[in-house]
């Protein structure tokens, strides 16, 4: 949570006009539309598109790609015209700066963490990937980098540079995001899984309880 006590909240892997309202009623400041095949939570970018209108003027709508080439990026950004990338595969910083020249677009950077290490791999990204978000590793025999409802030592993260735009995902839920906020204290929170009924069925009730569990985290501690 930042130091005037707001709090940026993304819910990713959007797939359905109801889920995206949900999504923008609860006061979202960023929403995600995924571009992964294997993800179950995956969109084809003309589809992103029509659904990322809803936001303009209300929240910034991100691309998130995962190591993809020019090509399939030139489809994404015809098609969806995203306000931001986020870059979730093993891109370097060097192709993190030739991606934010070549559309002219914010990125973030995505970093899988277990140990206090592996924070340690921000350190070439910074000053080229304008924002970052720290998500658990995949569990053994996953092919998502992201959205497998798994968290990581929160308090890890209170060895980041305070100056330091990131967001916080992995395994949130509204059960568990009061926790999240005290320990961690980060600008931003990501939210996917933990808003659905089944992998890649974002639930708008669930999105509405994730909300009010976030408000009423916020109120305890201004308490």
Not at 106 to 126: E, H, M, N, Q, T
Not at 191 to 209: M, N, Q, R, W, Y
Request: aromatic fraction near 6%; charge should be neutral.
């Amino acid at each position: 949570m930042t130091t005037n006590g707001t709090l940026d909240v993304k819910i990713c892997g959007l797939k359905t006009p109801q889920t995206v309202a949900a999504a923008l009623a609860g006061g979202a400041g960023h929403i995600g539309f995924i571009f992964f095949p294997k993800s179950p939570r995956n969109v084809e970018p003309e589809e992103a598109g029509r659904l990322r209108q809803a936001a303009r003027g209300r929240a910034l709508a991100v691309a998130v790609t995962v190591d993809a080439d020019d090509a399939f990026l030139d489809r994404i950004v015809a098609a969806m015209a995203p306000d931001m990338l986020q870059l979730h595969g093993s891109e370097t910083p060097a192709r993190v700066a030739e991606i934010k020249a070549r559309y002219g677009l914010p990125a973030v950077k995505a970093f899988s963490v277990r140990a206090a290490s592996d924070l340690a791999a921000i350190v070439p990204y910074r000053g080229v990937a304008d924002r970052f978000l720290f998500d658990a590793k995949p569990p053994k025999g996953s092919e998502l980098p992201g959205g497998n409802g798994v968290s990581f030592d929160w308090s890890l993260l209170t060895a980041v540079p305070a100056d330091t735009d990131y967001f916080l995902s992995g395994g949130l839920n509204a059960g568990n995001i009061a926790e999240a906020l005290r320990v961690a204290a980060p600008p931003a929170i990501d939210i996917s899984s933990g808003v659905e009924s089944a992998p890649g069925v974002k639930d708008p009730a669930l999105i509405e309880a994730f909300f009010r569990a976030v408000s009423a985290a916020r109120e305890h501690r201004a308490a």
